[in-house]
């Protein structure tokens, strides 16, 4: 007979291990999260399985996941994606201490070197991993790539343009 055994942390307390049986590795992840949501009494739709590390699509086989007879398939709950934070308007005074501000990254020799270093592959990922949200903000990506993106920031007239139309760059 094939099982798996299914990981379900209920609280930071309560760990419970479900076994399945008669599990039919040529079927797909979603029907295997169907059946761990009727017998862990969740909706399908607020978690995900994760075997190895790496979270299961829904479309691909048990077996082509790695799962065999006897391994552990973990439950987790899905992050809630958060509301997108309104546009914020920006005052003139805002706009100038903005562009000084770039003015000063372009100028200042320290700046400038520290500005070449920031587009080395190795050292923007660190910076991407450490920085909550950046992953997700390409024109913040392209403007540490790419310092001479940060040098038309100067310009008070592109960042005008900028903040009066935010979706300019996407």
Do not use: W
């Not at 590390?53 to 899905?78: P, R």
């Not at 020799?109 to 080395?120: D, V």
């Not at 390409?138 to 592109?158: C, F, K, N, Y």
């Amino acid at each position: 007979m094939s099982s798996l055994i299914i990981g379900l942390r209920v609280s930071s307390f309560n760990f419970q291990r479900i076994k399945v049986d008669e599990v039919n590795f040529d079927s797909k992840i979603e029907q295997l999260k169907l059946e761990v949501a009727n017998k862990a009494n969740l909706s399908k739709d607020c978690f995900e399985l994760v075997y190895c590390g790496n979270i299961l699509d829904d479309e691909a086989s048990l077996s082509s996941c790695g799962l065999k007879h006897g391994v552990m398939v973990h439950v987790l709950k899905k992050k809630a994606k958060e509301p997108p934070k309104p546009a914020q308007n920006m005052s003139e005074a805002d706009i100038q201490t903005l562009v000084i501000a770039f003015r000063a990254l372009t100028r200042i020799a320290t700046y400038r070197n520290a500005l070449q270093k920031l587009s080395r592959p190795d050292i923007l990922d660190n910076i991407i991993a450490i920085t909550p949200g950046l992953s997700q903000d390409p024109v913040a990506i392209s403007m540490i790539q790419d310092p001479e993106l940060l040098v038309r920031m100067g310009d008070i007239d592109t960042v005008r343009r900028s903040v009066a139309n935010p979706n300019h760059f996407s």
